[in-house]
């Protein structure tokens, strides 16, 4: 069974207008309500992909309600923490030339409803996947991550880690099977400015040689580098087509990779990978199973 862990799940709120005049009302000439949060949106695009998971992590209030709701009738299964207080967040997507995002802090959690997680976590079995996606709300402590993977390493369960900074650096230890940071997060890691492929697959390796399997440094439209867990190094280009919306790109080529590598060809997980990215990028919402498959066979 897959597990996606998503701290904090928002509704993505999602506006389009030709100029964003700060100070000024602005009205939309389009919007759309998504269910989103990395964790979810990796549930979502796995599902597309005929992947059934469970997805963990809080939620909160009406809005909570909305994407436990949102989630089960898209034949997802939720298994969220439900906290007392406050409401999950919505995160406001303005899309103009170019991306705005005002992502919110999200409810408080407090440490009943943590030990809650943990206890659904220790009922996972071996052979069980967890993706663990996306940022840790401010009343979390800031290396529960590397708990989670602490209190799992003694059991054969197959982590997947998309997060930044120390909070990706904390659980190499632990042998995530793959961690997908961006080109530039990964340079923020080491403190340097990558520009050329050859140092994005130096630091990639630096990576695996604190611990991670396959490191996935995805680069938006310049495509991806993976170095996979035998060594080699795989380069992909980009899918064709007019982008639309880039918010969800890096946990569709997650969900991808994780569908595709099934079997150890993770040069087919890297295909599947970004064509799911970039059948999110050329959509409104995420990756549909149609676009993925379409995508696909032009790689
Ligand atoms: N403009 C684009 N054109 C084609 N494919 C894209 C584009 N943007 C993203 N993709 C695909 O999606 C993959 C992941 O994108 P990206 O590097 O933006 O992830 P990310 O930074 O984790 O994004 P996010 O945090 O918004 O989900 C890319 O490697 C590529 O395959
Ligand atoms: O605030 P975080 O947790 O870092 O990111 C949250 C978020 O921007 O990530 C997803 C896209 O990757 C969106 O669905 C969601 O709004």
Redesign the pocket.
């Known amino acids: 069974m897959v597990y996606t862990v998503?701290?904090?799940p928002?509704i993505?709120y999602v506006v389009r207008m030709e100029k964003l005049k700060t100070g000024e009302v602005n009205r939309a000439s389009y919007e759309e309500m998504?269910f989103?949060?990395?964790g979810?949106?990796v549930s979502i695009v796995l599902n597309e992909l005929g992947i059934k998971s469970k997805a963990l992590g809080f939620t909160a209030g009406f809005t909570g309600e909305a994407i436990e709701n949102g989630l089960m009738a898209m034949g997802i299964d939720a298994d969220f923490v439900r906290l007392e207080k406050g409401n999950s967040?919505i995160?406001v997507?303005i899309k103009t030339n170019e991306e705005t995002?005002i992502?919110?802090q999200?409810p408080h959690i407090d440490e009943n409803a943590l030990a809650a997680l943990f206890g659904k976590l220790d009922k996972l079995k071996d052979g069980d996947t967890l993706i663990l996606?996306?940022?840790i709300p401010n009343s979390l402590p800031s290396d529960i991550y590397e708990k989670i993977l602490q209190r799992l390493s003694c059991r054969n369960i197959m982590t997947v880690v998309d997060a930044t900074k120390d909070l990706l650096l904390n659980v190499l230890k632990y042998e995530p099977f793959l961690i997908k940071p961006n080109n530039h997060e990964l340079g923020e890691m080491f403190g340097v400015k990558l520009t050329t492929i050859d140092e994005i697959e130096k630091y990639a390796r630096k990576l695996q040689e604190k611990g991670a399997k396959n490191v996935l440094i995805s680069m938006a439209g310049d495509g991806a580098l993976l170095v996979d867990e035998n060594g080699e190094t795989h380069i992909s280009g980009v899918c064709k087509g007019t982008v639309k919306n880039s918010?969800?790109?890096?946990?569709s080529m997650v969900a991808g990779f994780v569908a595709g590598s099934a079997e150890g060809d993770y040069e087919y997980a890297l295909k599947l990978g970004t064509a799911a990215g970039g059948a999110t990028a050329f959509s409104d919402g995420l990756a549909t199973k149609e676009k993925i498959t379409e995508l696909l066979n032009t790689l």
């Open positions: 998503t701290f904090n928002a993505d998504f989103g949060g990395k979810i949106n967040r995160n997507k995002e992502n919110g999200g996606a996306g940022s918010v969800g790109a890096g946990d």
